[in-house]
């Protein structure tokens, strides 16, 4: 796998695990409009079918994305479908190799897409305790025009994205890890306090 190649997979599956629709939809039309010049294997997107129904998908998702707590659930119920989809685009745009690295490919991607997956949906459920809407919609934009940018860069761009994908999941990776420890810390707390409530008076 070159650099090219691994720029494409792992910008569009980071892609997929904010907005799949989106990204499938602009691989689609930029296959089909030859935006670039692709590899033979794009063309799986190339699809009139796949390409509606992904740009259906986006509409839906972008007005449910503004609506606080339908977004939530909106996210979960995505928590397998955009992992799996950064994993098959990943393949995608990986073209004829062997099984093995196929199946790694495919770990590559859903992974990825798993964590940018997990990180937004983790963003929102903290963004949805504020009483104003306004802060959804505008994270939501946000996230929107990410996609679409980190899209168009990957197109255009690709080791870039490579570097643009490599720094993202490092920051994935001190989020989830600053999440965890959080979430420790308030386990033993409550634990601590839990004991200290059940202990007796003799005991105290």
């Keep these: 796998m070159d650099l090219v ?5 792992l910008g569009f599956s980071f892609a997929a695990g904010v907005n799949l629709y989106a ?3 602009i691989l689609g039309l930029a296959a089909r409009y030859n935006w670039v010049e692709f590899p033979p294997q794009f063309r ?4 009139r079918i ?3 129904v992904a740009i259906v998908m986006y509409v839906v998702e972008f007005f449910a994305d503004k609506i606080p707590y339908v977004d939530t659930v909106w996210d979960l119920v995505h928590t397998a479908i955009r992992p799996v989809g950064g994993a098959l685009i990943a393949v995608a745009t990986l073209g004829e190799a062997s099984p093995a690295v196929e199946g790694l490919v495919a770990l590559l991607g859903g992974t990825v897409a798993a964590g940018s997956h997990l990180t937004k949906t983790s963003t929102r459920a903290v963004v949805n305790t504020s009483p104003e809407p306004f802060s959804n919609w505008f994270l939501s934009i946000g996230e929107d025009l990410f ?3 980190l ?3 990957t197109l255009r761009h ?6 643009v994908a490599a720094v993202l999941i490092g920051l994935v990776v001190v989020f989830a890890t600053a999440i965890i420890r959080t979430v420790r810390r308030w386990f033993s707390r409550g634990t601590l306090e839990s004991r200290a409530r059940n202990l007796s008076p003799q005991d105290r």
């Excluded at 190649?5 to 997979?9: A, D, K, S, Y």
Aim: net charge neutral.
């Design 50 to 52: 796949v390409i509606g």
């Design 5 to 9: 190649t691994l720029g494409r997979t």
């Design 158 to 163: 690709p080791v870039v994205a490579l570097v």
């Design 23 to 25: 990204t499938v939809a």
């Design 44 to 47: 799986v997107f190339d699809n």
């Design 151 to 153: 899209g168009f860069l």
């Design 147 to 149: 996609v679409v940018g």
